[in-house]
């Protein structure tokens, strides 16, 4: 029961019997073992004792108490675990180096190419089954359906402490059931912001797996997919999310309603929600959607900010917003 903090069968009993018998001469617990040899038993005192369950009192002859198993037993465990934890950590170094010299002996390990779209859920899938601390990804039109399969996977993730952000294309925030789907999301703990556009989809797993889809039907089914791994391509990948992601608007979350509420006294929490929302390419049905007012409530508030920023059209908003540090 003893074996994974270091004990083997002889000295466990030993530990035993010294439990239930403490104090004992070595020859009181020879005999209690029935004949293991005061040897064999003396190795095991040992062990004990070097380990920090046992300790031997001076005199003549010695004799041996246990420490409170309670004591003894947990500080050898918290030593075990972190042992194992240190072990763990080195476990990302020796696979990068692996990794790095299978690069170098087949560059086509770089890049898998996955075909079909069973087979690319599937590895999109397995990687996230394996993400240990954030995956990142980009996201558009077209969709086939709503898919609850990942976004099963992805409420997994977030119920395990795996991170998760998200840049999606505005018009995603254009499609009913997709805004639902992200509402959702976001109140499970997903970070999401928006952009007028996206550079493609992709999903990162742990900064060192990649995958982009590489076709797709005007439908939205990907019949091919890259899977990029560990190198300094996946790397360029997470970069451009990273850039992406500071030039991108909160959706759906206090992220968004309290971006920059401090610093531009002239502009009210409601208006600068807007003028983010306008700034990031939305349309107006999915903007009134996100703010729960009609589409007329809309088109007077963006009106009132046109006139507050002196301009003419979104455009020229956006500039004068820039140009005031308001964005």
Do not use: N
């Given at each position: 029961m003893l074996e994974s903090v270091g004990l083997d069968e002889p000295t466990?009993?030993?530990?035993?019997?010294?439990?239930?018998?403490?104090?004992?001469?070595?020859?009181e617990l020879a005999a209690l073992l029935g004949g293991i040899g005061e040897t064999r038993v003396r190795r095991s005192l040992e062990t004990l004792v070097a380990l920090g369950l046992a300790f031997a009192e001076a005199g003549r002859p010695g004799r041996y108490h246990a420490v409170d198993p309670r004591t003894g037993l947990?500080?050898?465990?918290?030593?075990?675990?972190?042992?194992?934890?240190?072990?763990?950590?080195?476990?990302?170094?020796?696979?990068?180096?692996?990794?790095?010299?299978?690069?170098?002996?087949?560059?086509?390990?770089?890049?898998?190419i996955v075909e079909g779209p069973a087979a690319i859920a599937a590895r999109v899938t397995e990687l996230l089954a394996g993400a240990k601390q954030e995956v990142l990804a980009f996201d558009a039109p077209p969709y086939v359906t709503p898919d609850a399969a990942a976004a099963r996977d992805e409420r997994e993730l977030l119920a395990r402490g795996v991170g998760v952000r998200a840049v999606y294309a505005s018009e995603v925030l254009a499609i009913p059931?997709?805004?639902?789907?992200?509402?959702?999301?976001?109140?499970?703990?997903?970070?999401?912001?928006?952009?007028?556009?996206?550079?493609?989809?992709?999903?990162?797993?742990?900064?060192?797996?990649?995958?982009?889809?590489?076709?797709?039907?005007?439908?939205?089914?990907?019949?091919?997919?890259?899977?990029?791994?560990?190198?300094r391509l996946c790397d360029a990948l997470v970069e451009l999310f990273e850039a992406s992601w500071l030039q991108a608007t909160p959706v759906f979350s206090a992220e968004a309603r309290d971006a920059?509420?401090?610093?531009?006294?002239?502009?009210?929490?409601?208006e600068l929600t807007l003028l983010h929302l306008l700034h990031a390419?939305?349309?107006?049905?999915?903007?009134?959607?996100?703010?729960?007012?009609?589409?007329?409530?809309?088109?007077?508030?963006?009106?009132?900010?046109?006139?507050?920023?002196?301009?003419?059209?979104?455009?020229?908003?956006?500039?004068?917003?820039?140009?005031?540090?308001?964005?």
């Amino acid at each position: 029961m003893l074996e994974s903090v270091g004990l083997d069968e002889p000295t466990e009993e030993t530990y035993r019997r010294l439990v239930a018998h403490s104090p004992a001469t070595l020859a009181e617990l020879a005999a209690l073992l029935g004949g293991i040899g005061e040897t064999r038993v003396r190795r095991s005192l040992e062990t004990l004792v070097a380990l920090g369950l046992a300790f031997a009192e001076a005199g003549r002859p010695g004799r041996y108490h246990a420490v409170d198993p309670r004591t003894g037993l947990a500080t050898l465990i918290h030593a075990k675990r972190l042992e194992l934890e240190r072990t763990a950590a080195s476990v990302e170094t020796y696979a990068a180096e692996y990794h790095e010299r299978m690069l170098r002996s087949d560059p086509l390990r770089l890049v898998e190419i996955v075909e079909g779209p069973a087979a690319i859920a599937a590895r999109v899938t397995e990687l996230l089954a394996g993400a240990k601390q954030e995956v990142l990804a980009f996201d558009a039109p077209p969709y086939v359906t709503p898919d609850a399969a990942a976004a099963r996977d992805e409420r997994e993730l977030l119920a395990r402490g795996v991170g998760v952000r998200a840049v999606y294309a505005s018009e995603v925030l254009a499609i009913p059931e997709r805004a639902e789907l992200l509402r959702g999301l976001v109140l499970a703990g997903e970070r999401s912001r928006v952009v007028p556009r996206v550079p493609l989809k992709m999903v990162v797993v742990d900064g060192r797996d990649a995958v982009i889809p590489l076709s797709a039907s005007s439908s939205g089914t990907r019949s091919l997919a890259a899977l990029v791994h560990r190198s300094r391509l996946c790397d360029a990948l997470v970069e451009l999310f990273e850039a992406s992601w500071l030039q991108a608007t909160p959706v759906f979350s206090a992220e968004a309603r309290d971006a920059h509420p401090d610093i531009h006294p002239d502009l009210t929490e409601a208006e600068l929600t807007l003028l983010h929302l306008l700034h990031a390419g939305l349309k107006d049905e999915a903007i009134a959607r996100q703010l729960g007012i009609s589409e007329r409530t809309l088109r007077r508030r963006i009106t009132d900010l046109l006139t507050r920023l002196g301009a003419t059209s979104r455009f020229q908003a956006g500039a004068q917003a820039i140009r005031r540090g308001w964005l």
